[in-house]
């Protein structure tokens, strides 16, 4: 048995790659780097890798982090700058017995040292919307924080390991040296090869609060199907959030457990793509249900024709 799951429509063909490896044996560490390298060199994708959108002071800022779930070794990088691929960083730092999280000028000497690519990661695209939505937002007085949209992905191999892995710039507009979620173990993923895994995707500052992909592994462990645990683990958590902090912002969890079997919560309109065994490769998408319950439904024609025209639109 194999599969992977991972967050939103970008990850699609990154678990298409992912799914060749996985069919002919190969590792799940292997098809977590291969997923996420393929969104972080999409230059049309705005919050992960190249073409990721930048901190309010216009410099590219990414997180990223890897773990394997038969030894629980992580490796992680945050506010790291003009390097090629924070996730094989991070997996290349998982290896490491200490430091093996990173930050800011220290994670880009260690990337460089090991021979990792330097790159200057900020497109002229993504530049151009960060000077738009800074004169929008002088000119309006808006609310500068807007997109945060993580690639998670979970893998199980047929050897029964499973691996996890996040990248992401991070909130547009963040302030210089603000993390997220995505590199947080407990927080932006979690996996344990003898339970199942799970990744996040969403606002970081709120994610990080309930430790939910830890949380929904922790459930998968008492013996909750990955739905029923990403169902109690997000709509609890979301609720007690808005009775005790007053709100809570957008997020959504993905999970997949040892016996591939899948499942996600979102409080907001949340794509993912998932290959299994079992299931071809398929984006759906996933809304709020009634009563603590998640409404899965395969993405629509229009919905991706919609989406390819709007990742690409003149800006
Ligand atoms: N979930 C990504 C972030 O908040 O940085």
Same mark, same amino acid.
């Given at each position: 048995?194999?599969?992977?799951?991972?967050?939103?429509?970008?990850?699609?063909?990154?678990?298409?790659?992912?799914?060749?490896?996985?069919?002919?044996?190969?590792?799940?560490?292997?098809?977590?780097?291969?997923?996420?390298?393929?969104?972080?060199?999409?230059?049309?994708?705005?919050?992960?890798?190249?073409?990721?959108?930048?901190?309010?002071?216009?410099?590219?800022?990414?997180?990223?982090?890897?773990?394997?779930?038969?030894?629980?070794?992580?490796?992680?990088?945050?506010?790291?700058?003009?390097?090629?691929?924070?996730?094989?960083?991070?997996?290349?730092?998982?290896?490491?017995?200490?430091?093996?999280?990173?930050?800011?000028?220290?994670?880009?000497?260690?990337?460089?040292?090991?021979?990792?690519?330097?790159?200057?990661?900020?497109?002229?695209?993504?530049?151009?919307?960060?000077?738009?939505?800074?004169? /929008?937002? =002088?000119?309006?007085?808006?609310? #500068?924080?807007?997109?945060?949209? *993580? $690639?998670?992905?979970?893998?199980?191999? %047929?050897?029964?390991?499973?691996?996890?892995?996040?990248?992401?710039?991070?909130?547009?507009?963040?302030?210089?040296?603000?993390?997220?979620?995505?590199?947080?173990?407990?927080?932006?993923?979690?996996?344990?090869?003898?339970?199942?895994?799970?990744?996040?995707?969403?606002?970081?500052?709120?994610?990080?609060?309930?430790?939910?992909?830890?949380?929904?592994?922790?459930?998968?462990?008492?013996?909750?199907?990955?739905?029923?645990?990403?169902?109690?683990?997000?709509?609890?958590?979301?609720?007690?959030?808005?009775?005790?902090?007053?709100?809570?912002?957008?997020?959504?969890?993905?999970?997949?457990?040892?016996?591939?079997?899948?499942?996600?919560?979102?409080?907001?309109?949340?794509?993912?793509?998932?290959?299994?065994?079992?299931? /071809?490769? =398929?984006?759906?998408?996933?809304? #709020?249900?009634?009563?603590?319950? *998640? $409404?899965?439904?395969?993405?629509?024609? %229009?919905?991706?024709?919609?989406?390819?025209?709007?990742?690409?639109?003149?800006?």
């Amino acid at each position: 048995m194999w599969g992977m799951i991972a967050t939103w429509r970008m990850a699609h063909d990154g678990v298409l790659a992912a799914k060749a490896i996985l069919e002919q044996q190969g590792s799940c560490q292997d098809a977590v780097e291969t997923a996420i390298k393929a969104v972080e060199d999409y230059p049309f994708y705005k919050s992960v890798g190249y073409g990721g959108l930048p901190n309010e002071e216009g410099v590219l800022e990414m997180d990223a982090a890897f773990m394997d779930g038969d030894t629980f070794k992580i490796g992680a990088v945050a506010g790291i700058v003009d390097v090629e691929n924070p996730i094989s960083v991070a997996r290349s730092l998982s290896e490491e017995k200490f430091n093996s999280f990173r930050i800011g000028q220290g994670a880009v000497a260690y990337a460089l040292a090991e021979g990792f690519q330097p790159k200057e990661m900020l497109t002229p695209r993504a530049k151009t919307i960060w000077e738009k939505r800074k004169a /929008e937002i =002088a000119a309006n007085n808006l609310d #500068p924080y807007d997109g945060h949209d *993580t $690639v998670g992905v979970v893998a199980l191999d %047929e050897h029964q390991s499973m691996a996890a892995g996040t990248s992401s710039s991070g909130l547009f507009m963040k302030k210089s040296g603000r993390v997220g979620d995505s590199p947080l173990s407990g927080s932006g993923f979690y996996v344990d090869s003898e339970i199942g895994g799970a990744a996040a995707t969403g606002l970081g500052e709120d994610l990080m609060k309930g430790c939910l992909s830890y949380e929904i592994v922790r459930l998968m462990g008492e013996g909750l199907a990955p739905q029923e645990a990403c169902d109690q683990a997000v709509y609890d958590f979301e609720a007690r959030l808005k009775k005790r902090y007053g709100k809570a912002g957008a997020f959504s969890l993905i999970a997949l457990d040892k016996q591939g079997r899948w499942g996600v919560a979102t409080n907001v309109e949340f794509t993912f793509s998932v290959a299994t065994t079992n299931q /071809e490769p =398929a984006i759906f998408m996933a809304t #709020p249900g009634p009563e603590q319950t *998640t $409404v899965i439904e395969p993405i629509t024609k %229009e919905w991706l024709e919609a989406y390819e025209k709007r990742i690409k639109a003149p800006v």
